[in-house]
């Protein structure tokens, strides 16, 4: 039995969204309608009964069949896919035909099921992109809507080749910023350790020889005093310092987790040192990139306004975009809402401005794209650059105040010891 996928108002106007089993479309609008429910827009999404056959015959028609949960392609691979699959329809291979020969060659088993899956289902009467959304962890809203575009247009080649390429540069970008953390994220990591490593291997012996050659009445310098009491603690109470960690950890997740409390977080990453700067360049980027190729593919603004909030990754990026989608939504343009969200710089605003009265933003917003994502580079190379010495200054200066700390005692000492 065919699953239809309706958009319908009820008694009171308001919009309702949803999915039925129905022999028929007109059977189906007539089981809404006995439900006060008048169908705006309906559309087939899956033949039920015949995918699940196909997908039987598939395994053999019997035995066990274990579902460990939704099989997902990964980006990379999907980014693959998607340009392997822009090729063969621009070879004029038919969408089963061309879906069928990437299942056969893909290597990787996720690939091959989700794409395998995929055929069954567009061959069963559903869409393309009816069939892409069956799989949500592996298709994104960004990816599902430029699909219809693409299948709306009749340019789906063109679009899934745009896609490909959108993906390829966002991979890019992302890896760039993920390589400008992990360098500090491990020099510190190897700090940590080094510094544990002397509180708890080296600081302790020193402790027993100023005993031994002062005696338990001399007292100790103040830093000298506060380095062996952290020494003791991080020995005899090292549990509560693991704790301490994973409640950190823990209340950070909480605070993430709730809405206000993730607009916080991005707001401090938006806005903190060395790293603020490349974060935000890379939300501009990002956001201008997403929605310049969302407007190129067909997409309405409305619409991809709302996926690119969506994608986003930053709350208060995607605060900014609420605001532009609710002006816009009440017929204003673009430019004039970003620009009074004070999260985007005055030049993304003149370029969006133009853009907007020469007819041609998604070009406009694909240029601020480029020219943040080369910032992003020139950002990422100065932040290497300017880290390494801060790191090893850092550390000795960590390093040099234990020394300091050890050997001030060593004075008293050599003064006992002469006299």
């Known amino acids: 039995m065919p699953q239809f996928l309706y958009t319908a108002m009820d008694g009171s106007g308001k919009e309702r969204k949803g999915k039925i089993n129905a022999a028929s479309e007109e059977a189906a609008t007539i089981e809404l309608r006995n439900k006060h429910l008048y169908v705006t ?8 009964k015949k995918t699940k056959a196909k997908t039987k015959s598939k395994s053999g028609g019997s035995g066990l069949n274990i579902n460990l949960g939704p099989t997902i392609i990964n980006r990379k691979d999907l980014t693959i896919v998607t340009r392997q699959l822009a090729i063969l329809l621009g070879a004029g291979l038919p969408l089963i035909r061309s879906l069928r020969t ?11 099921i989700v794409l395998g899956k995929t055929s069954d289902i567009v061959e069963g009467g559903a869409t393309f992109a009816e069939s892409l959304a069956q799989n949500p962890k592996s298709f994104d809203k960004l990816y599902l809507n430029m699909v219809r575009a693409g299948e709306a247009s009749g340019a789906m080649e063109i679009i899934l080749d745009r896609l490909a390429g959108f993906m390829e540069k966002a991979a890019r970008i992302s890896g760039k910023v993920k390589s400008a953390m992990i360098y500090p994220c491990v020099i ?5 350790l080094a510094v544990v490593g002397l509180m708890i291997f080296i600081v302790p012996n020193f402790r027993k020889i100023f005993k031994d050659l002062l005696g338990e009445s001399e007292k100790l310098p103040s830093v000298t005093e506060f380095l062996i009491t952290v020494s003791d603690t991080l020995i005899s109470q090292w549990y509560f310092y693991i704790i301490g960690i994973v409640a950190i950890i823990v209340l950070y997740k909480i605070i993430n987790s709730i809405p206000i409390g993730k607009l ?12 603020g700067p490349i974060i935000a360049k890379t939300a501009i980027s990002r956001f201008s990139r997403t ?5 190129s593919s067909g997409v309405p603004v409305l619409n991809a306004l709302a996926i690119v909030k969506e994608t986003s990754g930053n709350e208060v990026v995607a605060a900014a975009i609420q605001k532009v989608y609710t002006a816009v939504k009440e017929g204003e343009g673009i430019a004039a809402p970003l620009s009074s969200t004070g999260v985007f710089p005055p030049m993304v605003i003149s370029m969006v401005e133009v853009g907007e ?3 041609k933003l998604p070009e406009m917003l694909d240029k601020i794209a480029d020219t943040y994502e080369e910032e992003v580079d020139n950002a990422v190379g100065a932040l290497t650059s300017l880290i ?6 850092g550390l000795a200066g960590i390093v040099g105040t234990i020394v300091i700390a050890l050997f001030l005692p060593l004075t008293k000492i050599i003064e006992k010891m002469s006299g």
Do not use: H
């Open 41 to 48: 827009s309906m559309r087939v999404v899956v033949d039920v």
């Open 388 to 393: 390494e010495p801060l790191m090893i200054v």
């Open 357 to 359: 009265e020469t007819g």
């Open 188 to 192: 510190l990591s190897i700090s940590l």
């Open 102 to 112: 990437l299942e056969k060659q893909a290597k990787n088993p996720a690939v091959r």
């Open 264 to 275: 916080g977080i991005d707001w401090c990453k938006y806005n903190m040192p060395l790293f």
């Open 291 to 295: 929605l310049g190729t969302l407007m």
